[in-house]
């Protein structure tokens, strides 16, 4: 071999393992809602302090609307290590075999966001992410959204008003339980397809906190909304275990850092994100925005009370009754 070919060889080759040395961690952040989300913007704000705090060591790449995978799927990419970062809905849990988290799903459980903090930020939120980590999950973070409302074609002002529908759930055995308690008919369905369900008639209402709604375009294709805000959506940010405890321990660091501004920006804008969308809702003139009355509201919660007994055991007695004891709900009180 020439001189000449054996110095760009060796230059050449000095370049590409500098870049390797240099090459940013790519985190692969995968979620199922629009940009224009909580979640959409919260993840989108940790990409850009990830980059920040960590110099570029760190690169998140965050893929909105189901664009790398579907609710299931992005569960098992995540165990295989496929996607490093996910922030599922809470009800995503269940079907993993952490039933705790469909303690989420009990409708009225929190009667305010203040409610659902003692929780969500306290040492039983903190006992609840501890259980994923026999699945390979790290859980980093709570993040939130909002109180689900029940939409369809026809009005809703009583639990009668859902008898025999077909309404779209996410796939948690509390959620199916409280869809019967009103006489619906529950389907379990992946988000992505939800507004092509209500669309063509395969579904004839959902419920869904008013961000999803609208961002998703659903109430184009729902006559009516009821502000029943019967039960709460909110995520759990994880990631793989192995790659995370694997990291650079300055990286992790930092990330955790970003993770921590993330979760308080979140929480912050959850609210603000879902009072806009309400507002898009009732300006777009396509869903008729129905705020039920005092007794209207005790109706919905009498009707699905019975749920908070048929499924205790599914979540656990004493992790009910200890948040009950956080947040002074009581089923048998109303
Ligand atoms: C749903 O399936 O309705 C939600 O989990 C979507 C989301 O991530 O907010």
Same mark, same amino acid.
């Given at each position: 071999m020439k001189m000449h070919t054996m110095v760009v060889g060796l230059v050449a080759a000095t370049f590409s393992m500098i870049a390797m040395a240099q090459a940013p961690i790519v985190i692969k952040f995968s979620h199922v809602? =629009?940009?224009?989300? $909580? %979640? #959409?913007?919260?993840?989108?704000? *940790?990409?850009?302090?990830?980059?920040?705090?960590?110099?570029?060591?760190?690169?998140v790449e965050v893929y909105a609307n189901s664009a790398l995978y579907k609710d299931k799927e992005e569960m098992e990419a995540l165990q295989l290590g496929a996607v490093q970062m996910l922030a599922p809905s809470l009800a995503k849990f269940g079907p993993l075999g952490v039933k705790e988290f469909e303690a989420f799903d009990f409708p009225y459980i929190f009667d305010d966001t203040a409610d659902l903090h003692k929780i969500t930020q306290g040492p039983i939120g903190a006992g609840m992410? =501890?259980?994923?980590? $026999? %699945? #390979?999950?790290?859980?980093?973070? *709570?993040?939130?959204?909002?109180?689900?409302?029940?939409?369809?074609?026809?009005?809703?002002?009583?639990?009668?008003?859902?008898k025999g529908k077909k309404l779209r759930i996410q796939s948690s055995k509390v959620l199916e339980e409280q869809i019967r308690s009103v006489g619906g008919l529950p389907q379990v369905m992946a988000f992505s397809e939800v507004y092509q369900a209500l669309q063509t008639g395969v579904v004839d209402g959902t419920e869904n906190p008013i961000s999803n709604l609208y961002t998703q375009k659903m109430h184009e294709v729902q006559k009516h909304l009821t502000l029943t805000n019967h039960g709460y959506l909110g995520y759990a940010v994880i990631t793989n275990k192995k790659f995370w405890e694997g990291l650079p321990a300055d990286v992790?660091?930092?990330?955790?850092?970003?993770?921590?501004?993330?979760?308080?920006?979140?929480?912050?804008?959850?609210q603000e994100e879902n009072d806009m969308s309400l507002e898009g809702v009732k300006k777009?003139?396509?869903?008729?925005?129905?705020?039920?009355?005092?007794?209207?509201?005790m109706a919905f919660k009498k009707a699905m009370a019975p749920v908070h007994v048929k499924m205790a055991d599914r979540v656990g007695k004493d992790l009910l009754q200890s948040i009950y004891k956080e947040t002074g709900f009581d089923p048998n009180k109303l």
């Open positions: 809602v =629009a940009a224009d989300t $909580p %979640k #959409g913007k919260a993840s989108e704000f *940790f990409a850009k302090r990830a980059a920040e705090l960590t110099k570029g060591k760190a690169k992410l =501890a259980k994923l980590e $026999p %699945k #390979g999950i790290k859980g980093l973070a *709570f993040w939130d959204n909002g109180f689900k409302s029940f939409s369809a074609n026809t009005p809703i002002k009583a639990p009668a008003d859902l992790r660091g930092q990330l955790e850092a970003a993770m921590k501004e993330a979760t308080a920006y979140a929480n912050k804008i959850a777009s003139g396509k869903t008729t925005v129905y705020v039920p009355t005092k007794e209207e509201r």
